[in-house]
C-alpha cells in the first residue's frame, strides 16, 4: 500500500493499486503555503486543490476521486486570469501614480511589485479530466508549474491507456471463454444425440 510518504502527497492507495505516481504545485505565487494536489495509481485518479478567500486565505479544501475506467482524456490548457490581470493593472496605476508625489517612491516600488506579483498569476495552467460524454473534472495551477503539470498530465494519460486495453483485454477473454462455453455445449448436445436415437430404437424393437 502506497502511503504519503511514498508519493510525496497526502494519499494513501488502497492495496492491489500499483503504478502510483503523485505531485504537487502552487496555485497562486501570491501564496506559496497554498498547495494542490495530484496523484493517479492502477486504478483511480485523486487530486486536492484549496478552497480559498481573496485568491489567498485557505478554507478548506476539495478532494476529488474518478476511477480510470471514467476518464476518456487528459488534456492540459492555459487560462487567463481575469481578476488577477485586474489587480495588475489596478497596482500598476497606483504604483505609478506613487512616483508624482513627493517622497513616494517607497510606495510606488511595493505597489509595482505587487502588480508584478498578480501579473505573474494573469495565466493559468489547468489540468482537465474529460469524461466519456465530455464533462470535465479540473485543476488549475500557476503558469509557472506548466511543464510539470504536463510531465504528471502525460503519466497519468499512459495510465488511462493500459486501463483502457487491459478492459479490452479483459472484455476478449470473457468473449473467448462465452464462445468456448457454446462450442463445448453444442459438441456435447451432438454427442449425446445418437445415444438418444439408439434409445428410442431400442425402445421401438421392445415394442415390436
Not at 51 to 56: A, E, H, P
Not at 148 to 169: G, S
Amino acid at each position: 500500500m502506497a502511503t504519503s510518504s511514498d508519493t510525496n502527497c497526502s494519499f494513501t492507495f488502497a492495496p492491489g493499486e500499483t503504478n502510483v505516481v503523485a505531485d504537487r504545485f502552487s496555485p497562486n505565487i501570491l501564496a506559496p503555503w497554498l498547495k494542490t494536489e495530484a496523484a493517479a495509481s492502477s486504478m483511480r485518479v485523486q487530486y486536492k486543490d484549496p478552497n480559498t478567500l481573496l485568491g489567498f486565505i485557505p478554507l478548506g479544501s476539495r478532494t476529488q476521486t474518478i476511477p480510470l475506467r471514467n476518464i476518456a482524456s487528459v488534456d492540459t490548457n492555459v487560462q487567463l486570469s481575469v481578476r488577477n490581470l485586474i489587480g495588475a493593472v489596478v497596482f500598476a496605476i497606483a504604483g505609478m501614480g506613487c512616483f508624482t508625489e513627493q517622497n513616494g517612491a517607497a510606495g510606488g516600488v511595493m505597489l509595482l511589485l505587487v502588480a508584478a506579483l498578480f501579473a505573474l498569476n494573469v495565466m493559468k495552467t489547468r489540468l482537465d479530466f474529460v469524461n466519456q460524454a465530455g464533462g470535465r473534472n479540473s485543476v488549475t495551477v500557476s503558469i509557472l508549474e506548466k511543464a510539470k503539470l504536463a510531465q504528471l498530465a502525460t503519466e497519468i494519460q499512459n495510465r488511462v491507456f493500459a486501463d483502457v486495453e487491459a478492459l479490452r483485454h479483459q472484455e476478449s477473454m470473457d468473449m473467448a471463454q462465452k464462445q468456448f462455453t457454446a462450442q463445448s455445449n453444442s459438441v456435447l448436445i451432438q454427442q449425446q444425440m445418437p445415444d438418444a436415437q439408439r434409445a428410442a430404437q431400442d425402445r421401438h424393437r421392445d415394442e415390436a
